[in-house]
């Protein structure tokens, strides 16, 4: 769950700012081939955008913010079964 969402956000932030989408997806990439759950990847991702800004001092912090509020909500029974060491792993072919 939460992937159609997740697949929304990087659209929505690719065409806002090219760089954000190059950031999210960098992170996305590294956090999936170190633990091999996607679930854990997006939430970490869609963090590393509003991080990434205050960063750089951008503006609409409170935006991506809330953003990432909204996929970690998404995320919540993910995120129980990563707690519980019970969420599958996924593997890209």
């Not at 912090?61 to 909500?73: G, R, S």
């Amino acid at each position: 769950k939460g992937g159609k969402g997740v697949a929304t956000y990087i659209g929505i932030l690719t065409s806002i700012n090219i760089i954000f989408g190059l950031v999210f997806g960098t992170i996305w990439i590294i956090v999936y081939f170190i633990s091999k759950y996607s679930s854990l990847a997006s939430i970490l991702s869609s963090l590393s955008i509003p991080t990434y800004i205050l960063l750089m001092n951008q503006n609409n912090l409170i935006f991506y913010f809330i953003m990432f509020v909204l996929i970690f909500y998404t995320h919540r029974e993910n995120i129980k079964r990563l707690i519980n060491k019970e969420e599958n792993k996924t593997k890209i072919y």
